[in-house]
């Protein structure tokens, strides 16, 4: 079946840091792949999303480009801000199926200054 | 602009006991969704409803009862909790089944003693 593994969190990383946040998947066929973001005490928000292989979904300084050669959807940021701090979940929905998304476990993210 | 409105925001249980956790949305999304989050599991799909009139089972509906009230209304009923059940609830609404973001409510923190 479907699945999508993220790295571990937490993530900690001073104010102006590069981030990466690793998102690799399992899926057949040609999956759209999403990033979602948690911010403490809300509900999960769209970030941003890819529909096809070399897309690359971007939104508030973050970057995310779907590989199929390697099934990857990393997240990225060249500078991020401590109110960046969130939990942020890879998903992936399999076009043409029921749209129930599966989600990685989430990786927390915390910016200090 | 409400989105997707949850409530209550949190409740305790004892074993046994019922309750129903309420969910709408105003943006006349035809899908809406019930999904519990858990520590180190990400987002789980309990049921799903893709149009008024419908109900689906998700990857965890044992415990749990829905109802498509209407277009706007979709509620998740436990009918004698669990401390198994102690979980974040969100629900979620999209335009359609295929490829469209969900919008996520705030969540209800429930737990069962």
Not at chain 1, 15 to 24: D, Y
């Given at each position: 079946?479907?699945?999508?593994?993220?790295?571990?969190?937490?993530?900690?990383?001073?104010?102006?840091?590069?981030?990466?946040?690793?998102?690799?998947?399992?899926?057949?066929?040609?999956?759209?792949?999403?990033?979602?973001?948690?911010?403490?005490?809300?509900?999960?928000?769209?970030?941003?999303?890819?529909?096809?292989?070399?897309?690359?979904?971007?939104?508030?300084?973050?970057?995310?480009?779907?590989?199929?050669?390697?099934?990857?959807?990393?997240?990225?940021?060249?500078?991020?801000?401590?109110?960046?701090?969130?939990?942020?979940?890879?998903?992936?929905n399999y076009t043409g199926t029921a749209s129930k998304l599966?989600?990685?476990?989430?990786?927390?993210?915390?910016?200090?200054? | 602009?409400?989105?997707v409105?949850?409530?209550?925001?949190?409740?305790?249980?004892?074993?046994?006991?019922?309750?129903?956790?309420?969910c709408?949305q105003?943006m006349n999304h035809n899908s809406m969704y019930w999904y519990?989050?858990?520590?180190?599991?990400?987002?789980?799909l309990i049921y799903y409803s893709a149009s008024e009139g419908t109900t689906d089972k998700g990857e965890?509906p044992?415990?749990?009862n829905v109802s498509r009230l209407n277009k706007r209304e979709f509620s998740l009923?436990?009918?004698?909790?669990?401390?198994?059940?102690?979980?974040?609830?969100?629900c979620a609404s999209s335009w359609t089944l295929y490829n469209s973001p969900l919008h996520?409510?705030?969540?209800?923190?429930?737990?069962?003693?």
């Amino acid at each position: 079946g479907n699945s999508v593994t993220q790295m571990e969190g937490p993530v900690t990383l001073s104010e102006e840091a590069f981030l990466t946040i690793n998102c690799t998947y399992t899926a057949t066929g040609y999956p759209s792949l999403f990033w979602y973001v948690q911010y403490p005490g809300e509900g999960l928000q769209l970030l941003l999303k890819a529909t096809k292989a070399d897309d690359k979904g971007s939104n508030k300084g973050f970057e995310a480009t779907y590989r199929k050669e390697t099934t990857s959807f990393h997240l990225e940021k060249g500078s991020v801000q401590v109110s960046d701090s969130a939990v942020y979940f890879c998903a992936l929905n399999y076009t043409g199926t029921a749209s129930k998304l599966t989600f990685g476990t989430g990786t927390r993210l915390q910016v200090t200054l | 602009n409400a989105g997707v409105t949850q409530t209550p925001k949190f409740q305790v249980l004892k074993t046994g006991q019922s309750m129903t956790l309420q969910c709408a949305q105003d943006m006349n999304h035809n899908s809406m969704y019930w999904y519990r989050q858990d520590p180190g599991m990400g987002l789980r799909l309990i049921y799903y409803s893709a149009s008024e009139g419908t109900t689906d089972k998700g990857e965890v509906p044992n415990g749990y009862n829905v109802s498509r009230l209407n277009k706007r209304e979709f509620s998740l009923r436990l009918e004698s909790a669990a401390p198994s059940q102690t979980s974040v609830y969100f629900c979620a609404s999209s335009w359609t089944l295929y490829n469209s973001p969900l919008h996520f409510g705030n969540g209800t923190r429930l737990t069962v003693t």
